[in-house]
């Protein structure tokens, strides 16, 4: 599996981003995709998360109501919209794969870098 993300920039605080995950290497049915950030000088940690058949999503608290992640099933993307963006969501964010019945994501992507000035 290969996951290309891309969409991160410098943006200011107030802003909206669009990063986009193209993934491709093998047939989803009922796999997870994800959206994991890593902050400078901080772990990284799950952000959101959407099942590729039915499309049922998941988030982290900290980011309900201003991220909303969607695939598209036709494209093989997956999508997160940031909005109202803060500094604090600065980070890299990745996007990430994983089997039906894994603990652990077992596919990642590179990753796209998000500043947001204040």
């Known amino acids: 599996v290969q996951l290309q993300a891309s969409g991160g920039g410098l943006v200011q605080a107030g802003d909206s981003l669009r990063l986009s995950c193209a993934a491709s290497?093998?047939?989803?049915?009922?796999?997870?995709m994800g959206w994991f950030r890593q902050a400078p000088g901080k772990e990284r940690e799950f952000v959101a998360s959407?099942?590729?058949?039915?499309?049922?999503?998941n988030y982290a608290d900290s980011v309900k109501g201003r991220f909303t992640i969607s695939r598209d099933n036709t494209k093989k993307t997956v999508d997160l919209q940031i909005d109202t963006l803060k500094p604090e969501d600065t980070a890299v964010y990745y996007c990430a794969v994983k089997r039906p019945m894994s603990r652990d994501y077992n596919w990642w992507g590179q990753g796209t870098l998000v500043t947001v000035s204040s």
């Open positions: 290497g093998r047939t989803f049915t009922n796999h997870i």
């Open positions: 959407i099942t590729w058949n039915l499309g049922t999503t």
